[in-house]
């Protein structure tokens, strides 16, 4: 499939979405806010979640504006997606109204570079599970290995993106359900145990974060689009299993 024709297919699928299925009871804020490196698989990543989400029943708002992190509107969402964001996007009442939107129970799902935002904000920190450190240069090739529990679980798939190194291993704060080998590619400094993806319940609410999410080709990928929603379900309190 060549790279510009998934966004038309997704269109395509969103044109024929029932309305039953549009007018759905629970809603998705994505927010990709950057306010440093501005990564070019955000149309993608949106089109993806939109797609995933309304499959679920669960309608998506798409925003760049801080000025929607209040608590009247957040309010209005049951899981509140950060697609590739940088930087510092939001002031202090802002991450007052995201702090108390999880404390009312609702879910965050953060995507890549969610892990490289919001440095001097800690509770956002300990919400996403881990900041990232660095990564090698391009894109690295190795394999996604599912676990639960601390022990692997189904199959390995291949995958093709920029790894993360993190400033420190989240193992023992979050429940790591995926990880990647690092023997297959040069630049990772984590060693035999590269988590790359967990979920956890955090302060009255749920987290789910992904370090994939970087190469536009990857959202092609169908693994990666099942790791996706499985999730968008566990953020939205759909699935006690998130990987």
């Given at each position: 499939?060549?790279?510009?024709?998934?966004?038309?297919?997704?269109?395509?699928?969103?044109?024929t979405?029932?309305?039953a299925?549009?007018?759905?009871?629970?809603?998705?804020l994505?927010?990709?806010?950057?306010?440093?490196?501005?990564?070019?698989?955000?149309?993608?990543?949106?089109s993806?979640?939109?797609?995933?989400?309304?499959?679920?029943?669960?309608?998506?708002?798409?925003?760049?504006?801080?000025?929607?992190?209040?608590?009247?509107?957040?309010?209005?969402?049951?899981?509140?997606?950060?697609?590739?964001?940088?930087?510092?996007?939001?002031?202090?009442?802002?991450?007052?109204?995201?702090?108390?939107?999880?404390?009312?129970g609702?879910?965050?799902?953060?995507?890549?570079?969610?892990?490289?935002?919001?440095?001097?904000?800690?509770?956002?920190?300990?919400?996403?599970?881990?900041?990232?450190?660095?990564?090698?240069?391009?894109?690295?090739?190795?394999?996604?290995?599912?676990?639960?529990e601390?022990k692997?679980?189904?199959t390995?798939?291949?995958?093709?993106?920029?790894?993360?190194?993190?400033?420190?291993?989240?193992?023992?704060?979050?429940?790591?359900?995926?990880?990647?080998?690092?023997?297959?590619?040069?630049?990772?400094?984590?060693?035999?145990?590269?988590?790359i993806?967990?979920?956890?319940?955090?302060d009255?609410?749920?987290?789910?974060?992904?370090?994939?999410?970087?190469?536009?080709?990857?959202?092609r990928?169908?693994?990666?689009?099942?790791?996706?929603?499985?999730?968008?379900?566990?953020?939205?309190?759909?699935?006690?299993?998130?990987?």
């Open positions: 499939m060549r790279p510009n024709v998934l966004p038309l297919l997704l269109a395509m699928f969103l044109s979405v029932p309305a299925m549009a007018a759905a009871n629970e809603r998705v994505v927010f990709t806010s950057t306010a440093k490196f501005r990564h070019d698989s955000i149309p993608i990543a949106v993806t979640l939109r797609l995933l989400a309304e499959r679920e029943r669960m309608a998506v708002d798409q925003s760049e504006n801080a000025a929607d992190f209040n608590d009247a509107n957040l309010a209005r969402y049951r899981v509140v997606v950060f697609a590739n964001t940088t930087g510092d996007v939001l002031d202090a009442t802002q991450q007052q109204a995201m702090e108390t939107f999880i404390r009312a609702g879910g965050f799902m953060g995507v890549h570079s969610a892990a490289d935002t919001e440095y001097d904000w800690p509770w956002y920190g300990q919400l996403v599970g881990a900041y990232f450190k660095n990564h090698p240069e391009g894109l690295q090739f190795s394999r996604v290995q599912p676990e639960r601390g692997p679980q189904g390995s798939w291949p995958v093709r993106d920029e790894l993360y190194n993190f400033r420190s291993n989240p193992r023992g704060a979050v429940q790591v359900t995926a990880t990647v080998d690092e023997r297959m590619y040069q630049g990772g400094t984590m060693g035999a145990d590269h988590p993806a967990w979920c956890h319940r955090f009255g609410g749920r987290s789910w974060y992904t370090g994939l999410g970087h190469d536009t080709g990857l959202y990928n169908r693994d990666f689009l099942a790791h996706l929603r499985q999730g968008l379900l566990y953020a939205a309190g759909r699935s006690p299993a998130c990987g």
